[in-house]
Nanobody, 125 residues
Framework: QVQLVESGGGLVQTGGSLRLSCATSGRAFSTYDMGWFRQAPGKEREFVAAITMSSGTTYYADSVKGRFASSRDNTKNTVYLQMNSLMPEDTAVYYC??????????????????WGQGTQVTVSS
């Protein structure tokens, strides 16, 4: 079992930045790839970013590439999502998720076993 707790969401103006954190506990952090997803009202959950544990390879949705960056700190069992140049369309509940290392497509939410409770990000225009 893996427990995930997101933090760092909030209200920010267009062009601003936020850093989301996802603290994990439970089974060995280093055996899971981590993903970030978001869901806006009335929309399906969509992939944002992912970072593999074996090599630290990162993946990004086209809509956030160049603005968002995912990283991890294995000593703290935590992953981060640095979000820069935020836009109103980034407004959503952001979730972190964990899946078994090197298994499945990191962009697909169905591949992930464990999910956090989500943190709200609101970008005002």
């Amino acid at each position: 079992q893996v427990q995930l707790v997101e933090s760092g969401g909030g209200l920010v103006q267009t062009g601003g930045s936020l850093r989301l954190s996802c603290a994990t506990s439970g089974r060995a952090f280093s055996t899971y790839d981590m993903g970030w997803f978001r869901q806006a009202p009335g929309k399906e959950r969509e992939f944002v970013a992912a970072i593999t544990m074996s090599s630290g390879t990162t993946y990004y949705a086209d809509s956030v590439k160049g603005r968002f960056a995912s990283s991890r700190d294995n000593t703290k069992n935590t992953v981060y999502l640095q979000m820069n140049s935020l836009m109103p369309e980034d407004t959503a509940v952001y979730y972190c998720a964990a899946k078994r290392m090197n298994i499945g497509n990191p962009r697909r939410p169905n591949e992930y076993e464990y999910w956090g409770q989500g943190t709200q990000v609101t970008v005002s225009s």
